[in-house]
């Protein structure tokens, strides 16, 4: 059985067309089909809508309601921990990713030759400025964080139980879960797709989102900052010290005979500035080794229910 965890967040205009296509997914698979709905706080009346038409779907589907926001990857380890198949797989609730990519993605698997399958973009129909920021994302994911990343990034995945168990292992908050699928390793495929256009409602991954989700990859798996602030820092020793000679030197031939005011004030923002990065990096490291101690659960749960398909 393959067991589908979608996250729902802001989607209560696309659920009537999620429904159906899930109604699709579940005759192609000959009725091997759960489904997982992960309501992450949404303030929209997604919950209310599922919870009315899902019993006459004919779905099995569980549907969990947390008890605010957490973001998606937090949703989707929940409705991971929640699903009871052989297989499993995240597809996104706003249907820009095809439906038919989750019977692509569980084909793969069921050849018992991999173990996680990814579901790479290779083209976005959006607009144009969406699709640069997308890139420019990606490229310094790739540059900086995870250089197996593909081109155009990963957001859907499917997988067997056995890479499950390993990636809900993983309990460091704070982190990406894109990322932990490929630190995790395992065997891997990828399949192909085309990102459909939006049809209903707006994205909720904001620019911020955006930059928090870049952060957190940063901080958690890679050293990045701490070489950047090392080089900041050797490259500022280097003009310190060429300046402290070129004084020297105009001083000794009497060519400055008025101590440098703006030289003492330059120095002392510039070391200054670095002193107050360097602070913030280090800090911020320190804070979520401080986060990880805690052993908050990522998400919260308010209410579970379940529907059996007739």
């Known amino acids: ?52 038409q899902l019993p006459h779907t004919g779905l099995d589907a569980t549907l969990v309601l947390l008890t605010r926001n957490f973001g998606a990857f937090a949703a989707v380890r929940t409705g991971l921990a929640h699903a ?20 692509r993605m569980q084909a793969v698997l069921a050849r018992g030759e991999t173990d996680v399958v990814v579901a790479e973009r290779t083209l976005r129909h959006d607009p144009p400025w969406q699709r640069w920021q997308a890139q420019l ?10 250089p197996e ?12 139980r056995a890479f499950r168990d390993a990636l809900l292992g993983l309990e460091e908050s704070r982190s990406s879960l894109i990322a932990q699928i490929f630190w995790l390793g395992f065997r891997r495929a990828s399949v192909p797709y085309v990102r459909q256009p939006r049809r209903h409602g707006e994205s909720a991954w904001t620019w911020r989102k955006k930059v928090a989700y870049l952060a957190d990859s940063v901080f958690a798996f890679t050293d ?42 330059i120095a002392i923002l510039f070391f200054g500035a670095l002193n107050l990065l360097s ?30 398909s007739r």
């Open 1 to 52: 059985m393959l067991s589908l965890v979608i996250p729902v967040y802001r989607n209560e205009g696309s659920i009537p067309e999620l429904l159906a296509v899930l109604q699709g997914l579940h005759q192609a698979l000959a009725g091997a089909l759960e489904v997982v709905f992960v309501v992450d706080g949404s303030p929209d009346r997604c919950h209310d809508l599922l919870r009315e």
């Open 84 to 103: 009871r198949g052989e297989f499993f797989a995240v597809m996104a609730a706003d249907l820009q990713e095809p439906p038919e990519l989750v019977l």
């Open 137 to 146: 994302f990606w490229w310094f994911y790739r540059r900086y964080v995870v």
């Open 149 to 160: 990343m593909p081109p155009g990034g990963v957001d859907i995945f499917a997988c067997n």
């Open 224 to 265: 990045l900052p701490v070489r950047l602030l090392t080089r900041v820092g050797a490259l500022g020793l280097l003009v310190a010290t060429a300046l402290a000679a070129v004084v020297l030197f105009g001083r000794l031939a009497g060519l400055i005979s008025v101590p440098g005011y703006a030289m003492t004030l």
């Open 279 to 308: 602070l913030g990096i280090v800090g911020t490291y320190a804070w979520r080794a401080y986060e990880n101690t805690k052993q908050r659960p990522q998400a919260v749960v308010l209410r579970v229910q379940r529907f059996e």
